[in-house]
């Protein structure tokens, strides 16, 4: 079996990923570079095998560069970017999109440090159910393998999260790099409203509209209007990870509470969001239910925290307006 397009559509590499059985990879590289100056911007050459199960399907020459400024300061394992060649993709028939997050695992406990990866992306499916104006991603088995030691291995699971470029032509939009402080009427107020209260539905306070923390800014090409995209949710009280931080600054004493960080809205706008998603509920709940990879005790907490919005969602009104968010270091 080959990577290659098996049809006249040029499929990207997610993709095709995607629609594997079990997708793994090994990646082999220098692991004491890798682990070792994680404030480095420096790129580090790596071999990728990509496989379905224990098949294996192809072989990739990429590089690797670390990513996110919090994390790699307190992982045991840094986040990193996988930079495909788009020379490669070319020839093996598949889109150009080349530039991947990988999610790692923060913990050097497995079982914990697995868990808390499972939990970050079901957040990513149950956002996918709000807007199609969200990432796509991947849990993946990933084998870090060290090219000066073969006994030196680490395997863990992974988020392979839809490069940006991938996203543009999904949504048919540009990201806005660099914009900071937009004024409301460049701004998808309707989609703003949804991002925040998804952000309030997981217990996630590491975010600000302000600040661009957190969430990508994308214009559209149809709209004119900024559209926002979020990311990175190992800060919520649905994911509880150990090393999450409460905002004090929004006066939460624990990371399980819950404060709405999002702008003002018009009650027609929030009246409709609150009515989208009262109707995704049974999916959202379907969603974590029936994640395999994740712990029976994972899934008890997530739909029981799930259920306390819901209850809340019941009798809330239409939020007051932040006029600045509370901004922690950015991830």
Not at 244 to 266: C, H, K, Y
Request: charge should be neutral.
């Amino acid at each position: 079996m080959s990577l290659k397009a098996q049809t006249n559509e040029v499929k990207s590499l997610f993709t095709v990923l995607s629609e594997l059985d079990d997708p793994r990879l090994t990646i082999s590289t220098d692991l004491n570079l890798i682990m070792g100056d994680q404030k480095t911007e420096a790129e580090y050459p790596a071999t990728v095998l990509v496989k379905d199960g224990k098949k294996e399907l192809s072989s990739w020459d990429i590089k690797i560069t670390h990513r996110g400024r919090f994390r790699r300061n307190i992982c045991n394992f840094p986040p990193l970017k996988l930079d495909f060649s788009r020379g490669q993709l070319k020839e093996r028939g598949l889109a150009k999109f080349d530039k991947f997050k990988l999610v790692t695992h923060c913990l050097e406990d497995k079982l914990v440090g697995n868990e808390n990866v499972i939990r970050e992306q079901v957040l990513y499916k149950l956002y996918n159910q709000v807007t199609p104006y969200s990432y796509r991603t991947l849990v993946i088995r990933v084998v870090y393998q060290d090219v000066n030691n073969p006994k030196n291995k680490i395997d863990r699971y992974a988020i392979l999260i839809e490069p940006n470029s991938e996203l543009e032509k999904r949504i048919e939009a540009k990201e806005e790099e660099g914009m900071m402080n937009p004024n409301r009427d460049k701004l998808d107020l309707a989609i703003e409203n949804k991002v925040a209260l998804f952000q309030y539905l997981i217990g996630n306070e590491d975010w600000s509209v302000q600040m661009m923390r957190n969430v990508k800014p994308f214009l559209s090409k149809a709209s004119g209007k900024v559209i926002l995209v979020p990311y990175d949710f190992d800060f919520s009280g649905m994911v509880k990870t150990s090393y999450a931080i409460p905002n004090a600054d929004e006066g939460l004493s624990s990371i399980e509470e819950r404060s709405f960080m999002g702008l003002a809205t018009s009650p027609e706008i929030f009246k409709a969001n609150k009515l989208a998603y009262q109707q995704i509920h049974k999916a959202m709940e379907g969603e974590i239910k029936n994640t395999k990879k994740l712990s029976f005790e994972g899934k008890l907490y997530m739909r029981s925290y799930l259920a306390s919005f819901y209850k809340e969602l019941e009798t809330m009104e239409v939020p007051i307006y932040k006029e600045e968010g509370s901004p922690q270091e950015d991830k």
